[in-house]
């Protein structure tokens, strides 16, 4: 099977119009989302679940993925909203995470190679080895781990996916023009780092990461841990 956006992008317009989304509670947007998730599902043979309560230390965001349990969280209060488009915007944003993950046969080896690693604005930079997230901090200013992270293979697909389905499910330049502001925002600005430069940065980081968990596998008494 090859990933086929379009076929992806047919489901999703079949199930959402954002021109009559903000017309249903937030119960009937649960539906409609579970109903969705389902025909992705079977279109990809994908097991995983999703949940609208956020776990602990993620309360206040929108959506996160956790491949290390295989479920897509969706936090209820952004569905409650008006609009709340930019609640279907971060859903389709996870859901492309869940792709990457369970069929990663079907990306790039880029992307592939930049999957198990986590970069955080402030540092903080995870890896997943054995279904566990180790955690180091690196040293830098917040705009260099900004440039890194939003230019994070993975991340840069699911900013371009989650853009795409929102712009397929609507006819209103005005709900347009919000989501290009969403797709914009988390597209990667390159202020200390050139585009060009940006791939051998991120392999640079992740060796250095690598280097940085390798010593702490070494060390006694450490405990992997869930990037908060």
Request: aromatic residues 14%; glycine residues 2%.
């Amino acid at each position: 099977m090859k990933l086929s956006d379009t076929k992806i992008l047919s489901i999703v317009s079949h199930h959402i119009s954002l021109d009559t989304w903000s017309k249903y509670s937030a119960d009937e947007r649960i539906q409609i989302i579970l109903s969705l998730l389902s025909d992705l599902k079977k279109l990809y043979q994908l097991s995983t679940e999703i949940s609208f309560d956020m776990p602990s230390g993620y309360e206040t965001a929108c959506g996160l993925y956790d491949h290390t349990i295989s479920c897509l969280f969706l936090n209820k209060k952004f569905l409650e909203e008006p609009s709340s488009t930019e609640a279907l915007y971060y859903f389709f944003h996870e859901f492309r995470h869940v792709l990457q993950y369970e069929r990663s046969d079907l990306f790039s080896p880029e992307l592939i190679k930049s999957l198990p690693y986590i970069i955080q604005y402030d540092g903080n930079c995870f890896k997943l080895v054995d279904n566990n997230w180790y955690h180091v901090k690196l040293s830098g200013e917040e705009a260099y781990f900004t440039d890194l992270y939003l230019s994070l293979p993975y991340e840069a697909d699911a900013n371009k996916f989650a853009f795409s389905c929102l712009t397929s499910c609507s006819s209103d330049l005005k709900i347009t023009e919000e989501v290009k502001h969403l797709y914009n925002f988390w597209c990667p600005k390159y202020n200390t780092i050139s585009k060009e430069r940006i791939s051998s940065e991120l392999s640079r980081v992740f060796a250095e990461i690598d280097k940085e968990i390798e010593s702490i596998k070494k060390g006694a008494g450490y405990r992997p841990r869930l990037p908060v």
